[in-house]
């Protein structure tokens, strides 16, 4: 390193910090640090190089430097040209913009590399922050997230509820129920609108809409998808889903810098899509259920068929049952599989007519084939 | 008054120093912002605090007072323990009790619906407390010969009259804003220090209304005149395409869509040029009688900048900043079509036999965020090179009048803080 010392002296500015006043000095570049002669002063003042900081990190572009020392405070040391900054970079290479960007940016990028590993860790592995959370939450609170759930997802459409039709969903809700072998019911509302879909919301509730029934082609099709989605409900999917949507949203404003997303959590709520590891878990509840209730899934299978096929739902639906539930080659095959049990109808012809027309008459245009 | 300063030195020994304000050009900004951005990119962006800081390092260095520069010493921790804070004590709370108060009531009972209304008011109460605060963090870590400046007044004041002076702007038709503006310089400015002197700033709105009165006029004008033009665009496309416009479903085709959504862009792309030719003008006068009516220990400062300095500078900042998306844009674009391509030349079987199942949908799930994050951030890629020509074109315009005794002013004393602009950052009140 010594050799590198130019030993030139450069005119320089100091500062003592105390008024804006500065004087004129000389400097030099030494092995030990900067040396300053105050005019009238025999020994310099040395400013070592560990202890030193300058106003901007030092450049190949650099025309001068400015320079502090943590030693004395408030001083500061203005020394024009390029040669002095540039000299000073090689004896005191902490100061450069290079060693000082990687000085602030390499616990973040540990941390960066570290959230990744995290990331990889809990995908591969079956963890899921979430799902605990959401198997941990009080039975109250899911409770009320399900009903405002449904309240939101029926807004400005009717509940469908005739006394007939009630009863008959009831029925069939109670029979899967029991085979279900859940703690508490399931309880389904119908909600008068014409898109095909079906949902479970947190608190063993579930949703299903108009057009779903009247477009079933049988009642075994509705009780293959009300399996479904209570295989849904056990694994405390939508409640999995909401938490999971909570934390990505915080994240996103941590990372974002906060903004813009507030508030949004009412459509968030609408928004969420299960994984196709949630789908599976689903169905394997749901061929199970329909097993020890003695319904074919074949009505299942059916539906899954009939709903992939394109054309037989309104692509402009905001909520499209295909988006929302990916139909592959596996789960159908899983569903047609399954058999080798005694069958029973999942309801009477007369209770299945009533289940069907819940909403009243359906409308001339949408009349769903007979059974 | 601050004009009595230079008389009262004592021996009349030192009259004072003319100080002479100018703009070294920083060097190896766009190189800067690159290094910035891969930064950025690898560390999700938590970089961003620390690469604001090094570009206002080199700003603020960029500033001589006499060949000498003026001192940025803030830090990237200082702003991100900053927004750490406001993060914990307003973002989090607001966004847990969001969630909260939807569980309780649900998303659609009138709590939930005139929650959102309430946090907008607070927010925007915030939002003029934010921008005060920042000015104070900014003033605290900028100094001179070592001198720092500082802002010692109270910023509640200062966001309460922001808040309740933009309320009447709706109310006045906008004619209340260059009193406002007005208003709200004369608090900060008067708050604000350099060593253990203060700035004085004795304005009056009035010079200001009659370009306001232009900038309203043409404003007013620039808007019928697109509602117009648009109006005469659709006839035009009625009377070209007649009702083939419309689908059956009642709503406009979608080529028709895409003529109107692009003519409508275009609309919207002159009126805003030409709001920002007249806008530009108005700025230019108000900064200019500002810088007059600002006083520090005697001196006066005066600044002559123009319309069509701040026009250009506007216009070649938003030419840079697309220059700057799109040099990133283009290579993501080509790259994902060839990877897209590959993938789809490649047996699909084959593909999941090799990368295990759903290889696409795990590919795009974690490919397009991440593709979103870089363009999102793209369009800052060159950012640091567009405030150095704004603070420069500024800077270069400006001029200090009058002697000022640099050895009376002391240094301040003014309390510290130890954490910066959390609230600005929070609501991307940022100017640099």
Known sequence: MPSEIPHQRFEARLSDGKTADAQDVMVELTERGISIRLPGSHDPVIWQYGALSTSEPLTQHAID?????????????????????????????????????????????????????????????????????????????????????????????????????????????????????????????????????AFATPGENIVLTRGLLEKANGVDEIAGVLAHEMGHGIERHPETGFIRAVGLNA???????????????????????????????????????????????????????????????????????????PVT???????????????????????????????????KVQVPKSE | ??????????????????????????????????????????????????????????????????????????TGKELFLGFIIVFGLVLLPILLLSAGIILAFGPTSPVAQLFPLALYVFIFLLFGVAIYRAQRYRLLRTSWRGIRGSL????????????????????????????????????????????DREFFFKGDAGPLYGPFAMLWIG????????????????????????L????????????????????????????YLLYLLISAWYRACIINHFAKRTHFEGAQFKAKVTGAGLLWIDVTNILILLVGALLLIIPLSIAAVLIVAVANSIDATLLESLLGPDVKIRFAAISVPIAIFIMALSFTLLLPVTQA????????????????????????????VSTGEGLAQAFDIDAF
């Open chain 2, 219 to 242: 404003v007013f004008a620039i808007y019928v005149g697109a509602s117009l033009v648009f109006a005469v665009a659709i006839a035009a496309l009625q009377h070209t395409f007649g």
């Open chain 2, 389 to 416: 020509r704004a603070m420069g074109y500024f800077i270069s315009h400006l001029s200090i009048e009058g002697p000022i005794a640099l050895e009376r002013i002391a240094q301040s004393t003014a309390g510290q």
């Open chain 2, 152 to 195: 010692d007044g109270n910023s509640w004041n200062y966001g309460w009259t922001y808040f309740w002076t933009f309320l009447l702007i709706p109310l006045t038709l906008g004619w209340i804003i260059p009193w406002r503006t007005t208003k709200l310089q004369t608090l900060i400015t008067n708050d604000a220090m350099f060593g």
């Open chain 2, 1 to 74: 008054m601050a004009g009595n300063a230079i008389t009262d030195v004592p021996d009349g020994s030192t009259a004072g120093r003319q100080l002479e304000v100018s703009w070294l050009s920083p060097i190896g900004m766009t190189g800067l912002s690159i290094a910035n951005f891969i930064y950025r990119l690898f560390t999700l962006g938590i970089y961003d605090f620390w690469a604001r800081t090094e570009v206002r390092k080199r700003l603020w260095s960029a500033i001589r007072l006499d060949g000498e520069p003026l001192v940025y010493t803030g």
């Open chain 1, 251 to 325: 994240a996103a404003e941590l990372f974002t810098g906060g903004g813009g997303t507030l508030g949004s959590l009412g459509v968030l709520l609408l928004q969420f899509s299960y994984s196709r590891e949630a789908e599976c878990e689903a169905d394997d509840h749901a061929l199970r259920i329909l097993r020890d209730a003695e319904i074919s899934a074949k009505g299942l299978a059916e539906f899954f068929i009939r709903i992939s096929k394109k054309g037989q739902l309104q692509e402009s639906d905001p909520v499209n049952l295909l988006s929302t539930h």
């Open chain 2, 244 to 271: 083939d416009t419309l689908s059956p479903g009642g709503q406009l085709k979608p080529e028709i869509a895409s003529i109107v959504a692009i003519g409508t862009l275009g609309i919207i792309a002159m009126a």
């Open chain 1, 65 to 197: 430097a400015l320079v502090t020392y943590a030693h004395q405070l408030g001083a500061t040391l203005f020394v024009p040209g390029p040669r002095f900054a540039r000299s000073l970079a090689t004896l005191a290479p902490q100061l450069t913009a290079s060693a000082e960007r990687w000085r602030s940016a390499r616990p973040w990028l540990w941390a960066t590399a570290a959230l990744i590993a995290v990331t990889i860790a809990i995908s591969l592995t079956d963890l899921s922050p979430a799902r605990t959370m959401a198997m941990m939450l009080p039975d109250e609170a899911r409770q009320t997230m399900g009903r405002h759930m449904v309240t939101a997802m029926s807004q400005g459409h009717r509940l469908c509820e005739t006394a007939d039709g009630r009863a008959a969903l009831d029925k069939l809700t109670a029979k899967l129920s029991k085979a279900a072998k859940t703690e508490s019911d399931f309880r389904v509302v119908v909600v008068d609108r014409m898109l095909v879909n």
């Open chain 1, 329 to 363: 080659l596996d789960r159908l095959a899983k569903a047609l599989r399954q058999g080798g049990y005694k069958l029973r109808p999942a309801l009477s012809a007369k209770d299945w007519r009533a289940l069907k027309s819940i909403c009243g008459a359906s409308d």
